[in-house]
């Protein structure tokens, strides 16, 4: 099992630019997650997905950030415009959903996104 | 609502001498507990989960948690620290009973091992 994939690995990118980061679940899991790591805020959920429908999104910052499951095996988290303080790591994570029970989330490596 | 307190930022322990990272939660509903474990620039690994079975649970690495619903804690243990063990350690609580699937981390425990 290659376990979730994350492209890029490192972004660097200009202040006003789009960038789009792109997850692979793990195949067969009905719920991907995508959060956000920084030094001062620590580990943030930004939205999660079920069966390919956004279910919560809550955490997306503002307008700028936007994401989109088109089919089970490939999610996108795009950021447009991008700024500085969107500098972080963001992780992509899948799991098994099944009725009410919690089943344990599997990471991806993280993207290290650096907006100078 | 849902929260997870890990008492310490920081822990520094020589090798080969017992590790403790300490976890206390808060949650409405009976929770589901989890440790993960982040190595410097790597995602994160799960280290162990709770889901209402045993109480004290048992991880990878030589690593286990005690679910101590009297005293809403989860305490991670290894009884003795290896070099490899260096790394941040997350506490994440999640509620059973909600339907909602979002996992509530801590703020992570450093852990040193010295040699």
């Known amino acids: 099992d290659a376990g979730v994939i994350q492209s890029p690995r490192h972004e660097v990118t200009e202040m006003g630019q789009e960038v789009t980061l792109r997850c692979k679940p793990i195949s067969g899991h009905n719920s991907l997650f995508w959060y956000r790591q920084t030094m001062m805020r620590g580990l943030e959920l930004l939205i999660y997905?079920?069966?390919?429908?956004?279910?919560?999104d809550s955490g997306m910052p503002e307008d700028r950030f936007s994401a989109k499951m088109p089919n089970a095996s490939f999610s996108t988290l795009k950021i447009q415009p991008s700024e500085p303080r969107d500098s972080a790591v963001y992780f992509c994570a899948s799991s098994l959903e099944s009725g009410p029970l919690t089943y344990e989330q599997y990471f991806g490596p993280g993207t290290r996104l650096t907006v100078t | 609502a849902q929260s997870v307190t890990q008492l310490d930022s920081h822990v520094s322990v020589s090798e080969g001498t017992p590790v403790l990272l300490r976890c206390n939660y808060s949650?409405?509903?009976?929770?589901?507990l989890f440790w993960y474990v982040q190595h410097p620039n790597k995602g994160l690994q799960l280290l162990l989960k709770?889901?209402?079975?045993?109480?004290l649970v048992k991880g990878i690495n030589g690593f286990e948690a005690e679910f101590k619903k009297s005293e809403t804690s989860f305490h991670l243990t290894k009884p003795s620290a290896h070099m490899s063990d260096a790394a941040e350690y997350f506490c994440v609580v999640s509620p059973m009973d909600t339907g909602r699937r979002a996992l509530t981390f801590g703020s992570g425990t450093r852990l040193q091992v010295q040699p």
């Open positions: 949650s409405s509903y009976s929770p589901s």
């Open positions: 709770y889901t209402s079975a045993a109480t």
């Open positions: 997905f079920n069966n390919n429908v956004p279910i919560d």
